[in-house]
């Protein structure tokens, strides 16, 4: 069983930065999800065990940053630019697949969770 746990949420005004982190042991690729209330759960970014392959959905290209460093078992999402509209609970996922993955039910553990408010 891995164990996922995520950091760096919080209360931030429009234009601000934070920097997620979640450490996981292992060899797996891993994805940033984000909940909002009411709505599915949905990929953010992704990226492989290497660090060589990377994805950003449409929303976040140019304002987000998937990272890891396998040395210290911790990926990284550094937001920049943030926006009201990037308010959701995120998650950091792992999955067993080595190709860059998007769907939620292809991602193996899952961390609890981490609340981003973005509001001035």
């Known amino acids: 069983q891995v164990q996922l746990v995520e950091s760096g949420g919080g209360l931030v005004q429009p234009g601000d930065s934070l920097k997620l982190s979640c450490s996981a042991s292992g060899r797996y690729g891993m994805g940033w999800f984000m909940q909002a209330p009411g709505k599915d759960r949905g990929l953010v970014a992704c990226?492989?065990?290497?660090?060589?392959?990377?994805y950003y959905e449409d929303s976040v290209k140019g304002r987000f940053t998937i990272s890891r460093d396998n040395a210290k078992n911790t990926v990284y999402l550094e937001m920049n630019g943030l926006k009201p509209e990037d308010t959701a609970v995120y998650y950091c996922a792992a999955t067993k697949r080595v190709q860059l993955t998007y769907r939620p039910e292809e991602y193996d553990y899952w961390g609890q969770g981490t609340q981003v408010t973005v509001s001035s």
């Open positions: 990226i492989t065990w290497s660090g060589r392959g990377t």
